[in-house]
């Protein structure tokens, strides 16, 4: 187990990483070779530690250092951990620790794009999502309703910044992801290639109903979601290979990125197993 050292100054260079407030700082920290992230909650380090992440410094409240946090420390091996009173952690960090832990975590390498679309059956592609609580709850949708792989376009948002990180609960560590190299549209070219049929989810009015057999049939599909306000590119749309919109009542012509994601994942999802047999 590493050391428990009790902190006296707050401006102590190990802990600069838990009073960072700039995720692009983080993510450069060993650049060029992957940064650091944080991880909030003993939920979500659990996650991460399961997920093969590296450990290298713990951030824990006095009183969770024999209770719910003992297991974490002890997973953590030779990681030093900075502690104190809840008082003094929120003077470090500038808010009040969700259930008293923070652990600052070295990125992996992502993988490649063609690995994952060789092995991956059904993914989710996010087109230029900029929105970090969207991403968060994407990447909870496609954990839960079992999606193979996220992928997305450059300009999308790091699922690894802090409230991704937390709204996803930590399921951004056990969905494989990575960024594509190219930008839309050209990137339906490459999913196609891979044999994927592309799912624009657009507010258009030639589009096959969510519910369409055919759509479940395929045995690679990927669903392109695209961001809150503009969605997805008309370029985009127009090189996939169907348009998908949920039907909605009362005058509603959209939902939330993420909301619409859980309801076309549960959809395509159900005759899965089927494929299979």
């Given at each position: 187990?590493?050391?428990?050292?009790?902190?006296?100054?707050?401006?102590?260079?190990?802990?600069?990483?838990?009073?960072?407030?700039?995720?692009?700082?983080?993510?450069r920290y060993y650049e060029p070779q992957p940064g650091i992230f944080v991880a909030e909650s003993p939920k979500?380090?659990?996650?991460?530690?399961?997920?093969?992440?590296?450990?290298?410094?713990?951030?824990?409240?006095?009183?969770?250092?024999?209770?719910?946090?003992?297991?974490?420390?002890?997973?953590?091996?030779?990681?030093?951990?900075?502690?104190?009173?809840?008082?003094?952690?929120?003077?470090?960090?500038?808010?009040?620790?969700?259930?008293?832990?923070?652990?600052?975590?070295?990125?992996?390498?992502?993988?490649?794009?063609?690995?994952?679309?060789?092995?991956?059956?059904?993914?989710?592609?996010?087109?230029?999502?900029?929105?970090?609580?969207?991403?968060?709850?994407?990447?909870?949708?496609?954990?839960a309703l079992g999606a193979d792989a996220v992928l997305l376009t450059p300009a999308s948002s790091d699922p690894?910044?802090?409230?991704?990180?937390?709204?996803?609960?930590?399921?951004?560590?056990?969905?494989?992801?990575?960024?594509?190299?190219?930008?839309?549209?050209?990137?339906?070219?490459?999913?196609?290639?891979?044999?994927?049929?592309?799912?624009?989810?657009?507010?258009?009015?030639?589009?096959?109903?969510?519910?369409?057999?055919?759509?479940?049939?395929?045995?690679?599909?990927?669903?392109?979601?695209?961001?809150?306000?503009?969605?997805?590119?008309?370029?985009?749309?127009?090189?996939?290979?169907?348009?998908?919109?949920?039907?909605?009542?009362?005058?509603?012509?959209?939902?939330?990125?993420?909301?619409?994601?859980?309801?076309?994942?549960?959809?395509?999802?159900?005759?899965?197993?089927?494929?299979?047999?």
């Amino acid at each position: 187990m590493g050391s428990i050292i009790e902190i006296q100054d707050l401006e102590l260079a190990q802990l600069q990483p838990f009073r960072c407030t700039n995720e692009i700082q983080l993510k450069r920290y060993y650049e060029p070779q992957p940064g650091i992230f944080v991880a909030e909650s003993p939920k979500v380090i659990r996650r991460a530690l399961k997920s093969g992440y590296e450990p290298l410094t713990l951030l824990c409240e006095k009183k969770y250092i024999s209770g719910q946090a003992s297991d974490i420390i002890e997973a953590c091996g030779e990681a030093s951990v900075y502690t104190a009173e809840s008082e003094v952690l929120t003077q470090l960090t500038g808010f009040r620790l969700t259930q008293g832990v923070l652990c600052v975590m070295r990125r992996k390498a992502l993988p490649d794009a063609e690995m994952l679309l060789e092995k991956a059956e059904r993914i989710v592609v996010l087109e230029d999502i900029m929105n970090q609580t969207n991403i968060g709850a994407i990447f909870r949708n496609a954990a839960a309703l079992g999606a193979d792989a996220v992928l997305l376009t450059p300009a999308s948002s790091d699922p690894l910044y802090r409230r991704s990180i937390r709204v996803s609960m930590g399921t951004v560590f056990q969905v494989p992801w990575t960024y594509l190299s190219q930008t839309p549209p050209s990137y339906i070219d490459t999913l196609k290639e891979h044999g994927f049929f592309t799912v624009a989810m657009a507010l258009r009015n030639d589009t096959l109903p969510i519910g369409d057999p055919s759509l479940s049939q395929h045995r690679r599909l990927a669903v392109i979601l695209g961001t809150e306000g503009e969605g997805l590119k008309p370029q985009t749309i127009e090189a996939c290979s169907c348009t998908v919109k949920i039907p909605m009542s009362h005058g509603v012509d959209s939902l939330n990125v993420a909301s619409a994601s859980g309801i076309v994942l549960w959809e395509l999802m159900k005759n899965r197993d089927t494929l299979s047999e």
